[in-house]
């Protein structure tokens, strides 16, 4: 108790109030959703074993000329919510995964110091031919980051401590790039991801930040230390983390954050992680039929630390008929 105190102390001294810890309290569900959506699952959300909503929001439906924001939907989402009494976790979506999708605001695409403001990502399947597969804002281009630290500014401005928390999309790129264009590398993405991060953490002072991680382009277990780096700073800047997909045992997510997961069970400020739609194709190895809730949230609150699981609205036991309590 009385380090709890020191604690609690210290960040009032340092002029912001830290989110409580929730590691010892039972998993919550949240649904992931588009915000168009929300009046379309409402029997969902009021379930009792609801806790909340995560909403994702592209950065040109926030940004829609420089400096001109429009965060009305997301206030009129918040509103929504807080009349069901439900809580909102804002996700801030840079990185897209169709080729048609560039969701970013036109002036970066046009404006020569963004250098077109967006790389394409690719596929890599087997032996073939690369396969472009979406885009990623070049958040390594200092100009870029910092119109993209100036709406997580304006969105701290506005939303922090209203909202429950805001997420940062997922570490893994796959950009096909030539460094004299853009200036890429990944020491340079990961240094840029790092102070985003960073940034939005000092922004906002009672809302939960959390970046979601899985993996970090040119690394595999570890051997640039980037996963090593990333979870000693959440630690020591009471960063939440989290993650795309929860897939028990998965060998490459073995090999990536899954490990510093574990290694860093209650001493983060949230693990936040999801059940996506992509997830729900997964196996159970041993018996060979699709993971079930029960293994999805004991591995996730076992092995992973998580205190917030994010399940798509085409999870089966949302389509029960009768709402069961949260485990």
Not at 264 to 284: D, H, I, R
């Amino acid at each position: 108790m009385h380090s709890r105190y020191n604690m609690l102390l210290a960040a009032l001294l340092l002029g912001f109030a830290l989110p409580a810890y929730v590691n010892a309290a039972p998993l919550q569900n949240f649904l992931y959703t588009g915000s168009d959506d929300l009046n379309k699952i409402e029997a969902l959300i009021k379930r009792a074993d609801i806790g909340g909503v995560q909403i994702v929001y592209s950065w040109s439906s926030l940004e829609k000329e420089k400096d001109r924001y429009d965060f009305a939907q997301i206030e009129k989402d918040l509103a929504y919510l807080n009349g069901l009494n439900k809580k909102l976790f804002i996700q801030i979506q840079d990185r897209f995964f169709d080729p048609r999708h560039k969701y970013v605001p036109l002036y970066l695409q046009t404006d020569p110091i963004y250098r077109g403001g967006l790389v394409e990502q690719y596929d890599n399947p087997g032996e073939n031919k690369p396969v472009a597969s979406g885009w990623v804002a070049q958040q390594w281009n200092p100009a870029v980051q910092q119109r993209y630290q100036q709406l997580l500014l304006a969105l701290a401005t506005r939303f922090d401590g209203r909202v429950m928390g805001i997420n940062l999309p997922e570490t893994a790129i796959d950009p096909k790039t030539k460094k004299d264009k853009t200036g890429f590398s990944c020491e340079k993405y990961f240094n840029a991801e790092v102070e985003n991060l960073s940034f939005a953490r000092k922004v906002f002072k009672q809302s939960y930040v959390v970046q979601y991680v899985n993996f970090w382009p040119c690394e595999w277990d570890n051997n640039h230390q980037y996963m090593s780096r990333l979870f000693a700073l959440a630690e020591k800047e009471k960063i939440g983390l989290g993650g795309p997909d929860i897939i028990p045992n998965k060998k490459s997510h073995m090999k990536n954050a899954y490990p510093f997961f574990y290694q860093y069970k209650g001493k983060l400020a949230l693990v936040a992680m999801a059940v996506q739609e992509p997830t729900l194709t997964y196996t159970n190895p041993q018996t060979r039929k699709p993971f079930t809730r029960e293994e999805f949230s004991d591995y996730a609150k076992s092995y992973l630390g998580v205190d917030i699981i994010f399940w798509s609205t085409s999870s089966p036991w949302l389509m029960q008929d009768k709402a069961t309590t949260n485990r």
